[in-house]
């Protein structure tokens, strides 16, 4: 099943919540979305377009491609973010849509999250 795009949700109340969750999804072929969850920072100002200009950027290397390799997803998507640690948005972001590709793959393969991890990486 293939990877179509990518959606993210709005987040929740941000007048209530110190912190928020934005949600990404990862749609495959037949119309079922797998989400990943992003914490954010309200306070921070307005991250939405870095965080779509980021989603945007995977969904241009996952388009198209099969839900079938969780650590080959991964690492198609691996350069379009700075070095872990730099920057806590991007960190987040990158945690959501491999969580929302975990998802996907589990789904194609048939097997649990943590199946599909360990036959990931052994």
Known sequence: MEI?????SNPGSILTFRSAVMTVGVVIGDGRVFWGDCLINPTRGD??????RLV?????RLKGEHAADFRELCQLINP???PSGKLVLADR????IQ???LGAVSAFQA?????TLA????
Do not use: W
């Open 119 to 122: 036959m990931a990486y052994n």
């Open 111 to 115: 097997k649990s999250a943590v199946e």
């Open 99 to 101: 969580q929302a590709i």
């Open 93 to 96: 972001v990158k945690g959501a």
């Open 4 to 8: 179509t795009h990518l959606l993210i």
């Open 56 to 60: 945007d950027l995977c969904e241009q």
């Open 47 to 52: 991250q939405r377009p870095t965080i779509q």
């Open 80 to 82: 379009i973010f700075p």
